[in-house]
């Protein structure tokens, strides 16, 4: 008895004296953590590295397995994942979308794990938007993932001093750039509007969507209130059909970033794309913000900021599940969302994050924050947010069949029975 009291002292004081050094709980971690995600290469790796540095140093003991599976917005990794995940054998912890893609699929198919307790031992109840806690929690109010960023989909990239060279400005509209700048820029020999691979389409096509039918009715799509059928809906496709007209031939061999260099190499004047196109290039390029690259709300839709965020959650029977409450506790404090962000080209998600700072996040970043507490906030389709994986899966071949045959009122049938299918508005 004298000794364990003893023992016990002698730990208390040795502690107190430093002598373990900074001694936590983390440091007994050991084994591994597999993290899976799309994040391969600029700035998104380089995020996500940084993290994983930070997250090493605390827990040397941990085992990094970085699984990352190429393909932009996860066209590939998603398919590996589901069969890893049907197949009884989850990473620890993997990439989704808040709202219907963790939702829908994932949540609903019971194989996540609920994450509360981290959120109130951290005190994100109160440093998280509610929204975004909406988009990450169920009917219920069991949370299950943790948001490590905001992104916004609706931006137009270009760089100043090139349309400047060209004589065009920023289309307000899509009609003005349907009707005016395209084809100035067409007779100048640029492309007016680099587009990329599948997904980039839909990414495009999200971003006209809310340009011609506003907020309420680009909500309504989701919500039942707006028919695919409408001749608004159908209004949508013919306006994505001039605007894809204006775009590269080759587009489908494209990957996101080739889309997004050919604006930065005066190849093509504009680029519609998520903001980790800031990253790209900030990050792969090493471009200034304002001078070697610059942006606007796509257009149409200044005044609205479409949403997603990138988060990580716990999948039933993972592994290490230990090692992964200690990452996803380190991912959502504002320490860690001050590293990934200004790499990643996205805006913390934890309201603490320093965003004040204008050296960690420079102009871009103060611009889309101020945007971000500004504006009306719609869910992007592209990035998970309001539709589920089986209406974007079904949604990939509507669009390869449009820019087959351009055929708007069969896009708008095929795409309301899809809706019908996988529940959408209903
Ligand atoms: C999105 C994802 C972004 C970025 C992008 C391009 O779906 O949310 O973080 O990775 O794809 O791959």
């Not at 509610?130 to 760089?159: C, F, K």
């Not at 096509?205 to 340009?211: I, N, P």
């Not at 390869?400 to 009122?409: C, E, H």
């Amino acid at each position: 008895m004298k000794f364990r009291k003893l023992a016990a002292l002698g730990v208390t004081a040795a502690a107190a004296l430093g002598i373990f050094g900074a001694v936590t709980a983390q440091d007994a971690l050991s084994g591994d953590l597999e993290i899976f995600s799309w994040w391969t290469g600029g700035g998104e790796a380089a995020g996500l590295e940084a993290l994983i540095a930070s997250f090493t140093e605390t827990n040397p003991g941990v085992n990094i397995i970085n699984s990352a599976v190429a393909g932009g917005s996860g066209v590939n990794a998603r398919a590996v994942l589901t069969t890893r995940m049907l197949g009884g054998d989850p990473p620890d912890t993997f990439q989704v979308h808040a709202g219907a893609e963790l939702n829908d699929l994932w949540v609903r198919a019971g194989l996540m794990e609920p994450l509360n307790d981290i959120f109130e031992a951290n005190g994100w109840m109160e440093q998280y938007p509610q929204g975004l806690l909406d988009l990450i929690s169920d009917d219920a109010g069991n949370i299950y993932s943790v948001p490590v960023n905001i992104h916004r989909s609706n931006v137009l990239w270009y760089v100043p001093g090139n349309l400047e060279e060209w004589g065009v400005t920023v289309p307000a509209n899509w009609s003005e750039f349907v009707d005016t700048t395209c084809p100035a820029l067409q007779a100048a020999g640029v492309t007016p509007l680099a587009v990329g691979e599948n997904w980039t389409q839909a990414h495009l096509w999200e971003s006209v969507a809310l340009a011609e039918l506003g907020v309420d009715g680009y909500n309504g799509l989701w919500s039942g209130a707006t028919s695919w059928t409408s001749p608004e809906a159908v209004g949508v496709w013919e306006t994505f059909g001039q605007v894809l007209a204006c775009s590269n031939d080759d587009r489908n061999a494209l990957s996101w970033q080739d889309a997004s260099r050919q604006v930065a190499d005066g190849e093509a004047a504009f680029n519609i794309m998520g903001d980790w196109a800031a990253g790209y290039f900030l990050v792969d390029l090493a471009l200034e913000p304002g001078t070697g690259f610059s942006w606007a709300a796509s257009p149409g839709t200044d005044g609205t900021f479409m949403m997603l965020s990138d988060t990580f959650g716990l999948p039933v029977g993972a592994p290490n599940a230990t090692n992964v409450r200690a990452w996803l506790t380190f991912l959502g404090s504002a320490e860690a969302q001050d590293i990934f962000n200004p790499l990643k080209g996205s805006l913390p998600a934890n309201t603490t994050a320093d965003i004040g700072n204008a050296e960690l996040y420079n102009a871009y970043f103060q611009d889309a924050y101020a945007d971000w507490t500004g504006n009306a906030i719609v869910g992007s389709q592209a990035h998970g947010a309001v539709a589920s994986p089986a209406f974007t899966n079904g949604f990939s071949g509507i669009i390869a069949s449009y820019g087959a045959d351009g055929d708007a009122s069969s896009a708008a049938a095929n795409t309301a029975t899809l809706a019908l299918q996988t529940g959408i508005g209903g």
